[in-house]
């Protein structure tokens, strides 16, 4: 396990809270006026209920599960820092379908990851989550293919999965003032290590969106400047 500081300068949601640090220990609730229920522990056999029936997580996703869910019911932003080959996509989309299922949170929730892994992501969710990629959104393609994936009405969208490329060029501009019309339950950034840089324009339009929840993903060894 790689032990992870915060990434320097991080991202805000929208109360203001910045990401908290360690895979190793959790800490008491930001806030006394959490609307949040209380955490409980999800037992194999509960999880179980997430997926397919012949889907289950091993022991080690299971415990970051139960970790990331308890940091959001303590209003905590994460950082989920595990080698290469761990199921850290797994277990993300095993968080985004306990809130689908126990908690009744289908979305909207956008997903921001590199072009490399775009199409793993995709996979997994279908594999995973058939309710969630029901309402999937893979933005990606043409400016017409993008025009029209934008006539979508939000409520009935429960994933955006995109890249880093929406949130790095000037041609992502008008990507960008619809994403910003959402109201995220959760953003999700894959390898997200390469938002260290608060001056890059992915890290500074990432802060634009408006988010409830903010799990940032890293197979990578980070520490604060």
Same mark, same amino acid.
């Given at each position: 396990?790689?032990?992870?500081d915060? @990434? +320097?300068s991080?991202?805000q949601?929208?109360?203001?809270?910045?990401?908290?640090? +360690?895979?190793?220990? #959790?800490?008491?609730s #930001?806030?006394?006026?959490?609307?949040?229920?209380?955490?409980?522990?999800?037992?194999?056999? *509960?999880a179980a209920? !997430?997926?397919? #029936?012949? &889907? *289950?997580?091993?022991?080690?996703?299971l415990?970051?599960?139960?970790w990331? !869910?308890?940091?959001?019911h303590?209003?905590?932003?994460? @950082? $989920?820092?595990d080698?290469m080959?761990l199921?850290?996509?797994i277990?993300? =989309?095993?968080? &985004?379908?306990? $809130? *689908?299922?126990?908690r009744?949170? +289908?979305?909207?929730h $956008? &997903?921001?990851?590199?072009?490399?892994?775009?199409q793993?992501?995709?996979?997994? @969710? %279908?594999?995973?989550?058939?309710?969630?990629? #029901?309402? &999937?959104?893979?933005?990606?393609g043409?400016?017409?293919e993008? %025009?029209?994936?934008?006539? =979508?009405?939000?409520?009935?969208? +429960? @994933?955006i999965?995109?890249?880093?490329?929406?949130? %790095?060029?000037d041609?992502?501009?008008?990507?960008?003032?619809? !994403?910003?019309?959402?109201?995220f339950?959760?953003?999700i950034?894959?390898e997200?290590?390469g938002?260290?840089? %608060?001056?890059?324009?992915?890290?500074q339009?990432? *802060?634009?969106?408006?988010t409830?929840h903010r $799990?940032m993903l890293?197979?990578?060894?980070?520490?604060?400047d």
């Amino acid at each position: 396990t790689v032990t992870v500081d915060l @990434i +320097s300068s991080p991202l805000q949601n929208k109360r203001g809270q910045q990401m908290h640090k +360690s895979t190793t220990t #959790s800490s008491s609730s #930001s806030s006394s006026s959490s609307s949040k229920p209380s955490f409980e522990f999800v037992h194999k056999q *509960e999880a179980a209920t !997430l997926f397919p #029936s012949n &889907l *289950e997580l091993k022991n080690y996703q299971l415990t970051g599960l139960n970790w990331l !869910l308890c940091l959001y019911h303590a209003d905590y932003n994460c @950082i $989920l820092a595990d080698d290469m080959g761990l199921g850290k996509t797994i277990q993300a =989309i095993a968080f &985004l379908a306990y $809130l *689908e299922k126990k908690r009744n949170i +289908s979305g909207p929730h $956008l &997903l921001v990851v590199p072009a490399s892994t775009y199409q793993n992501w995709h996979n997994e @969710i %279908e594999t995973w989550s058939p309710t969630l990629f #029901s309402n &999937l959104v893979a933005y990606r393609g043409t400016p017409h293919e993008k %025009e029209q994936m934008r006539s =979508i009405p939000r409520q009935n969208v +429960s @994933i955006i999965l995109t890249t880093y490329n929406m949130f %790095e060029r000037d041609s992502g501009k008008d990507d960008r003032s619809w !994403l910003r019309k959402f109201d995220f339950q959760t953003l999700i950034c894959d390898e997200a290590h390469g938002l260290k840089n %608060e001056q890059s324009k992915r890290h500074q339009n990432l *802060e634009l969106m408006n988010t409830e929840h903010r $799990l940032m993903l890293t197979g990578t060894p980070m520490q604060n400047d």
